[in-house]
């Protein structure tokens, strides 16, 4: 009997993760559908915001946006060689950056499956990689949303109302406990025992884990400077800078963060830019903010496609993506 079933189990997994993909994916087109709708409707006045950016702001738009990653990959270093696998950064940028593109796909683990897979090929322990890499999500988003609640009372009340600021220093303390190096240690063994491996050889320490944090929060602080220099130029004269700043930058960091808890669908599409669409209108029109948020989604595509690209032509040339023969590995210890 117990021969049967465990014949039976692995079908219907099979069959439970199909049908959490169809909802994903279906879930993915209802919003690309909305986002193209509204974006229809309003084509003649964001045709026209579009060409008021102008060639000098994009360049600087796509420069900031191209940065933002490079300073994700060194957070995800640090993390790497705390727990005892130091990568130099074109190996380490190689395995980021072409793992990087599995969150565009439904489920938001499969950029961290792509990176255990060509780490190990470098002689990463596959656990050690995947841990980095969900820590990284973690770390990424948490710090994002930090960041981003000063953005919060504009979203929530669209700026009519004050909210009171002790309840977004509450907010702050939480979020900020889940950075505390104990407690995701404490985490990362409970995950590792649930899921019957081993424990890690090493536990993160506490500058690592700040040092990593702020690479991640310079991260999503150039990517909001990105969204800055195109919302000032298709403001109105009349907007106050300090709350376009605010809204910019701050609220690109809450709706980033927002989008990544999104797991349901790929790379927060939809979300980040629905919230980025609420907050931008608090100071412009709805068809400049639209093609701000267009604009912006696009430049993070082309970001995170370049830097795969180049990820991609190292790896390959050092036979690291998965499939592919494995390296002659350095014999030294890697940490």
Known sequence: MSTTGASLQPPRRR????????????FLVVVLVAVGIALWSNWAEVRGDLRRLGPVTLLSATAFALLSPF????????????????????????????????????????????????????????????????????????????AGLPALP?????????????????IIAVL??????????WGIRTMLRILGREPLDHALTPAAVGLSSLWFLLSWLVGGLSVWVMARNVA???????????VAVSGYLLAAGIGMFSIVVPAGVGVRDGVMVLLLTTQ??????????????????LADVVWAGIGWLWAKSHHLLPGGPAPDLDPTPSS
């Not at 593109?101 to 499956?113: C, I």
């Not at 900020?176 to 240690?185: D, T």
């Not at 400049?288 to 948020?293: K, S």
């Open 15 to 26: 069959g439970r993760k199909k049908v959490l993909d169809v909802l994903r994916i279906g």
């Open 236 to 246: 109105p004269d009349d907007a106050d800078a300090s709350r376009l700043l605010l």
């Open 284 to 301: 412009m029109p709805i068809s400049a903010a639209t093609a701000v948020v267009v604009v912006a989604r696009f430049l993070t595509v």
């Open 154 to 170: 504009v979203l929530l009340t669209r700026g009519d109302t004050a909210i009171p600021w002790w309840s977004l220093l509450l």
């Open 176 to 185: 900020a406990v889940l950075l505390w190096p104990p407690l995701l240690n």
């Open 71 to 146: 300073f994700t990959v060194l957070g995800w270093r640090v993390l790497l060689a705390d727990l005892g696998s130091r990568l130099h950064i074109a190996p380490a940028s190689g395995v980021f950056f072409v793992g990087q593109l599995g969150k565009y796909l439904p489920g938001s683990v499969w950029s961290v499956v792509v990176q255990t897979e060509m780490a190990a090929k470098l002689g990463v322990p596959r656990r050690r990689s995947a841990v980095v890499g969900l820590l990284c999500i973690a770390l990424s988003a948490l710090t994002g949303m930090i």
